[in-house]
Nanobody, 126 residues
């Protein structure tokens, strides 16, 4: 059974930075495409960023391009989300997700991912 545990969320001022981490256990991490989704209060869950299981490609939501960076460390079974130039509209619970099917393409929908973490809250406010 694959387990995902997020950390690194918190309160930050607009323009600030945070680095989220997601540690995976169980399964073969290097076979997983990994993604971050978020859910703002009163809204549905939305795609933020993803990285291919090979590590060779990434995909980002238009709203975070140029501000967020996803990366992975297979030796530590961990995926990261570096968030810079944060805005109040980035406030949400951030979820880590894993796709264990070694697809050719990077998924951007919730249904593309079969394992989920519990989420870590991020609040951007002055």
């Amino acid at each position: 059974q694959v387990q995902l545990v997020e950390s690194g969320g918190g309160l930050v001022q607009p323009g600030g930075s945070l680095r989220l981490s997601c540690a995976a256990s169980g399964g073969i991490f290097s076979h997983f495409a990994m993604a971050w989704f978020r859910q703002a209060p009163g809204k549905g869950r939305e795609f933020v960023a993803a990285i291919h299981w090979s590590g060779g490609s990434t995909n980002y939501a238009d709203s975070v391009v140029g501000r967020f960076t996803i990366s992975r460390d297979n030796a530590k079974n961990t995926v990261f989300l570096q968030m810079d130039s944060l805005k109040p509209e980035d406030t949400a619970v951030y979820y880590c997700a894993a796709d264990s099917y070694r697809r050719l393409r990077i998924g951007v929908k919730e249904v593309d991912y079969n394992y989920w973490g519990q989420g870590t809250p991020v609040t951007v406010s002055s």
